[in-house]
């Protein structure tokens, strides 16, 4: 169980979190969504310890940090890294000193080749396989679908599925709306840094309809395509 109470953040004067209050319970998948800037990013931010704010975050995971895992949008890379050293790494810091790397690289990647020159899908695939060897009870997913071929999003919808079976308590951000009705037992819908509503999955075919429409709305006739 993962509890926000009150959390709020602000960039200088720019309010971009304001008074979240939600709560996330193990072996459940949630899927936040919302425009760019709404405050996705910041949110998964704070809950990971990489940002201070205001209000709390409690957790049975006591320092929640030190058993989440978290696939950012653009993951960061060393220089002169190979993946099979970003993966050593990365099951060092959670005290994983031998991880089975060869018969756990589902995505076949080629290990020995330095990091930096993976392509945007392969960088998000490594990180993706790193922190799952470190066999965290939280992991936060930001855009993990976003530059990932089509086979490599189906093998991570089952991922996500299996970290569920295990109790496992998953945050997931994405675009693509038919990823998260696969796999979500709650949609969270945030704009402008507040929380305004909170969707099962009875009602996931309404939330996609509601948002294509406002969606369109007339917008695309501005254009004026020919």
């Known amino acids: 169980m993962i509890t926000l ?3 709020g953040k602000y960039y200088g004067a720019n309010e971009v979190l304001k008074d979240i209050n939600l709560e996330f319970e193990s072996g459940r998948v949630y899927g936040i969504v919302g425009e760019n800037g709404s405050g996705k990013t910041t949110l998964f931010r704070c809950i990971a310890g990489l ?3 205001s209000g709390e975050i409690t957790s049975i995971n006591n320092p929640l940090k030190d058993s989440l895992g ?13 993946g099979r050293e970003y993966i050593q790494l990365i099951s060092v810091a959670r005290g994983h000193s031998n ?11 080629p290990l020995d080749q330095y990091a930096e020159t993976y392509s945007t899908g392969m960088k998000k695939k490594l990180a993706l396989t790193a922190i799952l060897m470190q066999e965290n009870a939280v992991y936060i997913f930001d855009e993990p679908f976003n530059g990932v ?4 999003n189906l093998l991570i919808n089952e991922i996500i599925k299996r970290l569920k079976s295990l109790g496992k308590t998953i945050l ?3 675009h693509i709306f038919s990823t998260l009705s696969d796999t979500c037992d709650r949609i969270i819908v945030i704009k402008a840094g507040s929380i ?13 309809e509601q948002m ?9 006739s501005k254009l004026n395509l020919r």
């Open 5 to 7: 109470k009150k959390l």
């Open 212 to 220: 294509r429409r406002e969606s369109d709305s007339g917008i695309i």
């Open 172 to 174: 997931i951000s994405s």
């Open 99 to 109: 991880p089975n790397i060869e018969e756990q690289n589902i995505f076949n990647l």
């Open 196 to 208: 305004v509503n909170q969707i099962d999955p009875q009602d996931f075919s309404k939330l996609e």
């Open 51 to 53: 940002e201070k704010h």
């Open 149 to 152: 071929d089509i086979q490599s």
């Open 70 to 82: 978290f696939l950012e949008t653009i993951p960061f890379f060393f220089s002169r890294m190979t």
